[in-house]
């Protein structure tokens, strides 16, 4: 049986609402919907690239203490109230998944705080 660890940001949201920003089980990183927070400072840019740039940061910390990386990455869910938003982020998102070509998926739908634009969501494997 392998262990389950959870992996924790410091973001105020796992602790209110209780969840972990990733779970490790196994050979497995679950990451939960990241949004562009600045967890350490819990700010937010209200330009939906620099969010963007933001979560990959979030997430690349989150995979970095699961002991994998961005080659690990193998599902990416994009979350976005306004599809318009999408595009403009497609030059940061290629350049963190260009290599690695994970299957995606882009859904429209409202986030939880209006000044969310996009939040992003990965699983990745570790490489035995």
């Known amino acids: 049986m392998t262990a389950r660890r959870a992996i924790l940001s410091g973001s105020t949201f796992e602790e209110q609402i209780g969840y972990a920003r990733a779970v490790v089980d196994g050979d497995w990183v679950h990451v ?3 949004t562009g927070f600045d967890y350490t400072t819990m700010t ?3 330009d939906v ?3 963007a740039e933001q979560c990959l940061h979030n997430i690349e910390a989150a995979l970095s203490e699961a002991g994998c990386g961005w080659a690990d990455v193998v599902r990416v869910r994009y979350l976005l109230p306004d599809r318009a938003d999408f595009e403009p982020c497609w030059p940061v998102l290629r350049r963190y998944f260009g290599e690695v070509r994970p299957a995606a998926t882009m859904l429209m739908c409202g986030l939880s705080d209006p000044r969310m634009k996009i939040e992003i969501e990965v699983d990745a494997r ?3």
């Open 32 to 34: 939960s919907g990241t």
């Open 44 to 46: 937010i840019s209200d």
């Open 49 to 51: 690239v620099e969010q």
């Open 126 to 128: 570790r490489r035995s």
